[in-house]
């Protein structure tokens, strides 16, 4: 008995379906890492502008509020607000990165009783 000439117009498929597609693998420790970079990379802008904000408040000689309010607002700027707009865009880094600068900005607010985020400007004076 003779087996049958393969038909020509027949396309091979593989015998249990097509392939699956690759592992996409979690997107957590990527958070995560990036998270603590955040945190690291606010607490390096948070030392910057608060060195800054300590002289130019201790060195004018009228009013202090002034350099006080500019680096909250720049803190705030940088820790709540850039922290917010990559959360928004829901990628993976930048989804860490941005709570990263959220967390950081709330721990030194918390740790150092609004001194290093300018919300406690009482200090200042």
């Given at each position: 008995?003779?087996?049958?000439?393969?038909?020509?117009?027949?396309?091979?498929?593989?015998?249990?379906?097509?392939?699956?597609?690759?592992?996409?693998?979690?997107?957590?420790?990527?958070?995560?890492?990036?998270?603590?970079?955040?945190?690291?990379?606010?607490?390096?802008?948070?030392?910057?502008?608060?060195?800054?904000?300590?002289?130019?408040?201790?060195?004018?000689?009228?009013?202090?509020?002034?350099?006080?309010?500019?680096?909250?607002?720049?803190?705030?700027?940088?820790?709540l607000g850039a922290g917010i707009?990559?959360?928004?865009?829901?990628?993976?880094?930048?989804?860490?990165?941005?709570?990263?600068?959220?967390?950081?900005?709330?721990?030194?607010?918390?740790?150092?009783?609004?001194?290093?985020?300018?919300?406690?400007?009482?200090?200042?004076?």
């Amino acid at each position: 008995m003779s087996m049958p000439p393969p038909d020509p117009n027949h396309r091979w498929q593989p015998p249990y379906g097509p392939p699956p597609p690759p592992p996409s693998g979690s997107s957590t420790g990527v958070v995560v890492a990036l998270a603590f970079a955040g945190l690291a990379l606010y607490s390096v802008v948070n030392v910057i502008v608060g060195f800054f904000v300590f002289f130019a408040a201790m060195g004018s000689n009228g009013s202090n509020i002034l350099p006080v309010v500019a680096g909250t607002a720049v803190l705030a700027l940088v820790g709540l607000g850039a922290g917010i707009a990559l959360v928004i865009i829901r990628q993976p880094w930048t989804r860490g990165l941005g709570l990263g600068l959220m967390i950081g900005w709330a721990l030194w607010s918390i740790l150092s009783a609004g001194i290093c985020t300018g919300l406690n400007p009482g200090l200042y004076a």
